[in-house]
């Protein structure tokens, strides 16, 4: 049963399993300074504004656009001033809705290296999955550790490969109320059912670029833990405690150190199990 599971989990798309359940609507709602929540129930999306237009963290399904964009423009801000989109990872959930998002906007839109075939394939080329959606150029490569700049806010592109051969965790110093906050949004350290860490012969440095990925997260300082998905970082529990005041729930250093050490742990864990040929 487990390894039909397994194969059942490995053909199926990312997307056809779960699209409906992860792709309602959900509050818009402000994170801290500029940075803002306008995803699906379970999808992330984050627009961070600008006086020289904003930023869109992650297109989701070409489906969850329009849900996108009726978030942005809930919260007061027009969908076409998106001048630059940014996505966590190349996998359906993430990305399949960037060409519509680049149609709508006119956005450039910047892809970690080894992302890029994997995106402007529409899904081909993945090491794991076989996903097609629309296939999407792009207009800027990034590299590890480049910043993307608009309107005085400042990203940096950190490679946490593994999940994808150029999955992105994005990082941003954000001023709220006088101080200033380290912004963390996580791309993926998930191993998800079917990924090959021996002997992958796709990605022969899957174990290898996992492995770097947890130093890098352990190494970034966190103040606001945010992830590709609200589940990473509990966003429905938080925005429901931000409803009734107090202090920001998004500020979460120890939430953010406590998921990745559980998450290395079940890396290891799955390593391990496979390395034992199991
Ligand atoms: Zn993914």
Sequence with gaps: ?????????????????????WNQPFPPHKVIGNVYYVGTSELSSFLITTSEGHILIN???????????????????????????????AHDDHT??????????????????ADVPVVEGGGQGDFNYNSKWAPTKVDR??????TVALGGTI????????????CTTWTLKVPDGGKNYDVVVVGSPNVNPGFKLVNNTKYPQIAEDYAKSFRVWKSLPCDVFL???GN???????????????????????????????????????????????
């Design 59 to 89: 297109s989701s399904f070409e489906e969850s656009v329009p849900i996108i964009r009726a978030a942005v423009e809930k919260l007061g801000f027009k969908f076409s001033d998106i001048k630059i989109l940014l996505i966590s990872h």
């Design 1 to 21: 049963m487990f390894r039909l599971l397994l194969l059942l989990a490995a053909t199926l798309s990312l997307g056809n399993a779960a699209n409906s359940a």
């Design 155 to 166: 990203l940096i592109a950190h490679k946490t490969a593994g999940h994808t051969k150029g």
């Design 232 to 278: 990473y970082y509990g966003m429905q529990e938080k925005y429901k405690k931000m409803q009734s005041g107090g202090g920001n729930p998004f500020i979460d250093p120890a939430g953010y150190r406590a998921y990745i050490a559980e998450k290395q742990q079940a890396y290891e864990t799955n390593l391990e199990r496979q390395r034992a040929g199991k």
């Design 227 to 229: 992830g590709a998905h």
């Design 96 to 113: 399949a809705g960037s060409a519509l998002v680049k149609k709508l906007t006119g956005a450039k839109f910047m892809v970690m290296d």
């Design 141 to 146: 490569v990034l590299h590890d550790g480049d």
